[in-house]
């Protein structure tokens, strides 16, 4: 898939900016993975210091789409591992935004997929399978539904209600 530009979306795309179908996430998160730029419908997930969720979605097929992992900015312990990142590249996922920390960084940078976090932590999460899935959830104040599209490069993460076209 060819990537978009963000900087460049932002600019051809005032209008949707100005009515809220194009959004940015705020500044705050690191890249990590081979893949710099992605995009894809987005899969939503909350949890906490748990990671059992996230590794049932990433057991399943990816088609392309993006995992945006509402962790609640926890910053105690990883979500997303080396094993979880090699089995989203394998699932065919293209990418993972977590809100919160992942751990394993050399073996994500290996893997050829794209991912952003808040941080990297040693910690592991906790495995009780608490958590909602394909909910709306809110990320540093932007709401973000199921479905809608992200696209991620070294300038920023946009959130779109549509596809946007190069």
């Not at 987005?42 to 392309?64: A, M, P, S």
């Not at 919160?100 to 976090?117: L, S, T």
Request: with cysteine; charged share 20%; hydrophobic share 40%.
């Amino acid at each position: 898939m060819a990537a978009l530009a963000t900087a460049e979306a932002c600019d051809t795309n005032t209008a949707l900016l100005g009515s809220g179908d194009l959004r940015v996430l705020p500044p705050i998160f690191q890249i990590y993975g081979q893949c710099r730029a992605f995009s894809g419908p987005i899969v939503t997930l909350k949890v906490f210091e748990d990671n059992v969720l996230i590794r049932q979605l990433l057991e399943t097929r990816g088609e392309g789409r993006v995992l945006v992992i509402d962790g609640g900015g926890s910053m105690r312990c990883a979500l997303v591992g080396g094993n979880l990142g090699q089995l989203a590249q394998k699932m065919g996922w293209a990418g993972i935004v977590v809100n919160g920390c992942i751990r394993d960084v050399d073996e994500i940078n290996g893997c050829d997929i794209g991912v952003r976090a808040l941080a990297s932590h040693p910690v592991k999460s906790s495995k009780k399978g608490i958590g909602e899935k394909h909910i709306p959830i809110n990320i540093a104040g932007t709401l973000i539904r199921e479905g809608v599209w992200l696209y991620a490069d070294s300038d920023g993460i946009l959130i779109s209600t549509s596809e946007l076209s190069l």
